[in-house]
């Protein structure tokens, strides 16, 4: 079975700080991994994918992830946050063998103190 | 919300009674699906579609049925709700790439909050 953790219910920094916002994965083989952000009242927006290929992977409003097969982990980071940032990120994971369902974290809620 | 509207936003409804969801796309991908969030469990698949016609359960599909007549549209019933069903439900709209591999993200339209008495 597929699964995807992201151990922090809650994570909050100071505007301009470094964020991460943690996730890990545990499915055998070679997952596809996905970043989500969902503002309040709103759907789910993508943010990036990892497919294959070079294990950083840049996406959307300066947002940028590493695949880590070692560790099993595809943290999310962003340099320097802003408030707006605020929000609720997901993590989800899919597998070819399960027809690329989504398995999604339980989310993390990033609060950026001004 | 990339083409995707869900109806209505906004529900009450009574133990007992049926609730038809709609989820219409403009986007004309062929992947539709069905989910609900839930405080500590992020978002769960209900049910998918592959096309007209062609759909699939997912993690938590009892007591939902769904229907695809047209590519557009993808209804998401429930026979008779329950308090269990009170909800955020989100209908997603994905496309597999070219080659048939369908690792594409999914787009997300704007939930449709369900509050069963």
């Known amino acids: 079975a597929q699964s995807v953790a992201q151990p922090e219910d809650q994570v909050n920094v100071a505007e301009g700080n470094p964020l991460t916002v943690k996730c890990t994965y545990s499915v055998s083989g070679n997952p596809y991994l996905f970043w989500y952000v969902q503002y309040p009242n709103r759907g789910l927006q993508f943010l990036l994918k990892?497919?294959?290929?070079?294990?950083l992977v840049k996406g959307s409003y300066g947002f940028e992830a590493e695949f880590n097969k070692s560790q099993t982990s595809f943290h999310l980071k962003k340099p320097s946050a802003l408030v707006s940032d605020s929000a609720l990120y997901f993590c989800a994971v899919s597998y070819p063998s399960n027809d690329y369902k989504l398995s999604f974290g339980a989310g993390t809620t990033v609060t950026v103190r001004a | 919300d990339a083409g995707i509207t869900q109806s209505p936003r906004h529900k009450v409804t009574e133990t007992g009674t049926p609730v038809t969801l709609r989820c219409h796309q403009t986007?004309?991908?062929?992947?539709m699906y069905w989910y609900r969030q839930d405080p500590g469990h992020g978002l769960r698949l209900i049910h998918y579609s592959y096309g007209v016609k062609d759909t699939d359960k997912g993690e938590v599909s009892d007591g939902y049925s769904v229907s695809r007549s047209k590519t557009e549209d993808f209804l998401l019933t429930l026979e008779s709700a329950t308090s269990s069903q009170t909800s955020v439900y989100f209908c997603?709209?994905?496309?597999?790439?070219?080659?048939?591999?369908?690792?594409?993200?999914?787009?997300f339209g704007p939930g449709t909050r369900l509050t069963v008495l």
């Open positions: 990892y497919i294959t290929g070079d294990n």
């Open positions: 986007e004309n991908h062929r992947y």
């Open positions: 997603a709209i994905s496309e597999p790439l070219s080659g048939g591999e369908h690792n594409n993200e999914q787009f």
